[in-house]
């Protein structure tokens, strides 16, 4: 009853008396009196005036299931929120999840992430209360050669949902990371339970860098945060809320064809990296090229000076010729 009693609250621009509550949610004026002292406990300032009821001041940066669900606006997208204030891997607590039959569309949230993970065994730092760490547990019926490209829309969801919480813009360094003046602000990890023909279940990862402030040594020449490059700390659960209702509207396109058709070009206009050189550091061959773009099934168009190369994401990973971009 919590979020639906933050959602009420939010959408009244004055005062939302007790009675009106009570009568909303079936109980009593005590029930809607400690709920409130629950919330208020949890940070959220909430005024009480005598013969008006109850007014929402402030929201505290909080993510919480209670705050997610209240500001929720998507379809089926968080119909189901796990939320726990920490997690080792929100990617291996959804494929848990997934596997003890959490529905399609259940989303995992923490506060702090203990060991995300990146690709290849590669670790993501996520420092408690200063990021956002979150998984989407999915189960489309798609062909699973088809999946990878999961991580394009979510960095899309991502980059659109950056821009329009904070007004900066955000590139896309091909697959999955999402860039800000250069530097990766978010990173994401997909991963797959799979038949040969036939998908279980998929998790789409989310890192994002919110409130950090310092970035350890190694990071510091790739690494920025939405506060470094904004100089204010934004609210993750309205960031996090957007980002969703972007993932399901681009999934929803891309359901419709299994693959990039109607979002390639958009893709490419976010490319950080396009008709810029780059290097492909593919585990069999390292090679230098010009990227020119995404196709309609997510592979990276490369030119070289012989002949045009199609890279999956997979196992390779691409960089500027000098540096990360
Ligand atoms: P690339 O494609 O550039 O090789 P990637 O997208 O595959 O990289 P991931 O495996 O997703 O990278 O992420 C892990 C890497 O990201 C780590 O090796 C580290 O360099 C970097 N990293 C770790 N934590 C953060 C963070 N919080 N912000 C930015 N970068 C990070």
New binding site residues.
Partial sequence: MKAEILAALRASDGYVSGQELCGKFGVSRTAIWKAINQLKQAGYEIEAVQNRGYHIVSTPDILSENELRSIRKTEWLGNRIYYEAEIDSTNTKAMKLAEEGAPHGTIVVTDHQKN?????G?????PAGE?IAMTFLLRPKIDPNNASMLTLIAAMAVARGIEDETGLKAGI?W???VIINR???????TEMSAQADYVNHIVVGI?I?VH?DE?PE??KN???SIFLELGIKINRAALIERICEYFEAYFEVFLQTEDLSAISKQYDAYMVNRNQPVKV?DPKDTYEGTARGITTRGELLVDTWESRKLVSSGE????GIYG?L
């Fill in positions: 995300g993970r990146g690709r290849r590669r670790t993501w730092e996520s990021a360094k697959p999955n990371d530097k990766k602000v978010s990173g994401i990890l890192g860098n950090i970035f190694e990071l790739i690494a920025t550091l390779v990973s691409v960089r990360y």
